[in-house]
């Protein structure tokens, strides 16, 4: 959003010609392209935009800019992008306090080589760990002949980098009758963003609903009403969920924000279904497994839970999540030898420490800490 305003301005205020650029980049092999993700998971843990600028085509980002976008005088905006290190920043962005990194899998798209990667982020107040993925878009530089980036897909924005850039400025163009009003549309979506930021949260929802169709309907403000809308209450969180799901059916790009809003919500048969749509598209993952487990879990189908938390641990047992999962499930069918080495994995590979007292005066836990097993556990952490 930060770059909402400045890109209005900047198109609006030059009519200079521009000699057209072209995205010349060559392809690049299934090594080169698991060899740049796995050079990617060093750089970005923390990421420093200087370190990854080199990584980055940003002439041929900017040439697929100003190819793809139908913005006024997008030429000279994409001039301006040259020998920047916008995309970087864009990127190290995206990657603020992320705790894992990792490639899932290479996937053909036409004549491309995409790389599918994930990132962990875990929230230092809540503990919670948030997943996304990126799509990675590759280039052989012709200058150099190195493998480098120029585009990559976020699953948790919804758009490519290069949309980004100019993206919300492309929904204002195609919704208003005159360029003119793009300043007033954008002060309005900056201070929907505001009142969220501040929790007045029916006000950021009125002032987004006041905007042209196309401008609300539109990813990134789209998602600011979903946050918003969350803070009033379970309907009106549930009304948002479906709005945007109206505008875009069956989307990977918004799996992971509807399935989010469905375990909110309480509705796993939609969490299930939003699961199982970024699953594919992502070409499966233990994490997708271990929330597909929960959501059995929490439907109180035990066996099915059991089930999925199983394929997870086979797919990946040194993901935190997977063994958060299993001891959810093995409380619940009274393996308590299970939950007992599911404490014990989750305090020694993964940190979590456990306090006795609130084990003892935790409902859930009532049957198993009377139980042999968790007397045994609890000499063996001693």
Same mark, same amino acid.
């Given at each position: 959003?930060?770059?909402?305003?400045?890109?209005?301005?900047?198109?609006?205020?030059?009519? #200079?010609?521009?000699?057209?650029?072209?995205?010349?980049?060559?392809? /690049?092999?299934?090594?080169?392209?698991?060899?740049?993700?796995?050079?990617?998971?060093?750089? /970005?843990?923390?990421?420093? @935009?200087?370190?990854?600028?080199?990584?980055?085509?940003?002439?041929?980002?900017?040439?697929?800019?100003?190819?793809?976008?139908?913005?006024?005088?997008?030429?000279?905006?994409?001039?301006?992008?040259?020998?920047?290190?916008?995309?970087?920043?864009?990127?190290?962005?995206?990657?603020?306090?992320? @705790?894992?990194?990792?490639?899932?899998?290479?996937?053909?798209?036409?004549?491309?080589?995409?790389?599918?990667?994930?990132?962990?982020? #875990?929230d230092p107040r809540s503990g919670i760990t948030v997943i996304g993925y990126d799509e990675l878009q590759l280039g052989t530089t012709r200058k150099d002949h190195q493998v480098r980036l120029y585009d990559a897909f976020s699953y948790v924005q919804?758009?490519?980098?290069?949309?980004?850039?100019?993206?919300?400025?492309?929904?204002?163009?195609?919704?208003?009758?005159?360029?003119?009003?793009?300043? %007033?549309?954008?002060?309005?979506?900056? #201070?929907?963003?505001?009142?969220?930021?501040?929790?007045?949260?029916?006000?950021?929802?009125?002032?987004?609903?006041?905007?042209?169709?196309?401008?609300?309907?539109?990813?990134?403000?789209?998602?600011?009403?979903?946050?918003?809308?969350?803070?009033?209450?379970?309907?009106?969180?549930?009304?948002?969920? =479906?709005?945007?799901?109206?505008?875009?059916?069956?989307?990977?790009?918004?799996?992971?924000?509807?399935?989010?809003?469905?375990?909110?919500?309480?509705?796993? @048969?939609?969490?299930?279904?939003?699961?199982?749509?970024?699953?594919?598209?992502?070409?499966?993952?233990?994490?997708?497994? =271990?929330?597909?487990?929960?959501?059995?879990?929490?439907?109180?189908?035990?066996d099915k839970a059991a089930e999925h938390a199983e394929a997870a641990m086979q797919r990946e047992p040194t993901l935190q999540r997977v063994w958060e999962v299993k001891l959810d499930v093995a409380i619940m069918q009274k393996k308590w030898a299970?939950?007992?080495?599911?404490?014990?994995?989750? %305090?020694?590979?993964?940190?979590?420490?456990?306090? %006795? =007292?609130?084990?003892?005066?935790?409902?859930?836990?009532?049957?198993?800490?009377?139980?042999?097993?968790?007397?045994?556990?609890?000499?063996?952490?001693?």
């Open positions: 959003m930060r770059l909402f305003v400045v890109m209005a301005l900047a198109l609006l205020g030059c009519s #200079k010609r521009e000699t057209p650029l072209v995205l010349a980049v060559d392809p /690049v092999s299934e090594a080169d392209a698991k060899a740049y993700a796995e050079k990617l998971v060093t750089l /970005v843990r923390p990421c420093d @935009d200087k370190k990854l600028a080199p990584f980055i085509d940003q002439d041929a980002m900017a040439a697929k800019f100003a190819t793809t976008s139908k913005l006024p005088n997008v030429q000279h905006s994409a001039h301006q992008l040259i020998g920047t290190s916008v995309g970087a920043k864009i990127l190290c962005g995206w990657m603020r306090g992320i @705790d894992d990194y990792k490639l899932m899998r290479i996937k053909p798209v036409g004549s491309e080589l995409h790389p599918i990667m994930r990132r962990l982020i #875990k919804g758009q490519w980098l290069t949309q980004v850039l100019g993206g919300n400025m492309a929904a204002l163009e195609n919704s208003l009758d005159t360029i003119g009003d793009i300043p %007033e549309m954008a002060d309005q979506v900056r #201070k929907a963003r505001d009142l969220l930021r501040a929790s007045h949260f029916q006000e950021a929802v009125q002032t987004i609903d006041k905007l042209p169709p196309q401008i609300r309907n539109y990813r990134s403000v789209q998602l600011i009403r979903i946050r918003a809308s969350a803070g009033l209450g379970k309907d009106s969180y549930r009304a948002a969920l =479906a709005e945007l799901e109206r505008i875009a059916p069956n989307d990977p790009s918004i799996a992971m924000v509807e399935m989010d809003g469905a375990f909110a919500v309480g509705d796993y @048969d939609a969490a299930l279904r939003w699961i199982d749509i970024i699953d594919k598209e992502v070409g499966g993952d233990a994490f997708q497994d =271990a929330n597909r487990a929960f959501a059995y879990f929490k439907k109180g189908e035990l299970d939950a007992a080495a599911a404490m014990t994995a989750l %305090e020694t590979k993964f940190g979590i420490k456990f306090d %006795e =007292a609130k084990l003892r005066s935790s409902p859930a836990m009532a049957e198993f800490v009377e139980t042999p097993e968790f007397k045994q556990w609890l000499a063996n952490r001693k």
